[in-house]
Every structure is written in structure tokens, then in C-alpha cells.
């Protein structure tokens, strides 16, 4: 089967950069949390890149909360960008940015 995801990481100096393409949802999201796994220690910040998302379910917006929740605890920044309408109005209904600026205040 065809995978339904593409996660690609760049890392330059202590920015890892997270390029999400495809589905996020049930079926993949095992594929994008082994990416998240290979985040080093020493990393200051992560951005997320969702431009060539087509699509992402609960499941996978909690392997985001899973990785900013992560992020408090290994005190890097978490930023998400290239997010389209659609996803950012279901990110705001759920409160995934709220979670995002919480965790960040705390974690200074």
C-alpha cells in the first residue's frame, strides 16, 4: 500500500524544520510520530509545515498536542506555518493554538 504521508525533516543549527504532506489520520499517524521521535535533544525550535497537508483528523491533531506537550517537557519552541483555512479554523475549534501559547508561557 501506498503510503499516504510523506514527513520530511531538515535541521540547521538548532531549528528542526517538519514538512507534512498527505493525510494525517489514523492510518498514518505511526508514520509521523517516528519522525517526531528522531528530534534531537539539543533542538531549540521545531517548525511544523503544513502546506502539502490535504487532510488531518483527531487522531493526528492529538500527534501534534502529543509533540507540543513534548516539547514543554524537552524545552524546545513548537511553531506551525503554511496551515490552510480549513485546517486553522479545526485547529482554533479545538484549541490546538491555545494548547500551543499555554505551553510555550509555561515553559519560559
Given at each position: ?8 525533516i531538515?535541521?540547521?543549527d538548532?531549528?528542526?524544520r ?13 508514520a ?38 513534548e ?25 490546538v ?9 509555561e515553559g519560559?
Open positions: 500500500m501506498e503510503e499516504m504521508i510523506d514527513v520530511a531538515t535541521i540547521k538548532k531549528t528542526c517538519i514538512f507534512v504532506s498527505g493525510i494525517l489520520d489514523y492510518a498514518t499517524m505511526e509521523f510520530n517516528e519522525k517526531i521521535r528522531l528530534i534531537d535533544e539539543g533542538t531549540d525550535k521545531v517548525i511544523i509545515n503544513f502546506e502539502g497537508l490535504e487532510f488531518i483528523d483527531s487522531t493526528g491533531i492529538g500527534s501534534i498536542i502529543n509533540l507540543v506537550h516539547a514543554n517537557d524537552k524545552q524546545f519552541e513548537v511553531e506551525l506555518e503554511g496551515i490552510n483555512d480549513e485546517v486553522s479554523v479545526l485547529f482554533e475549534t479545538i484549541g493554538f491555545q494548547i500551543l501559547e499555554t505551553l510555550q508561557k519560559k
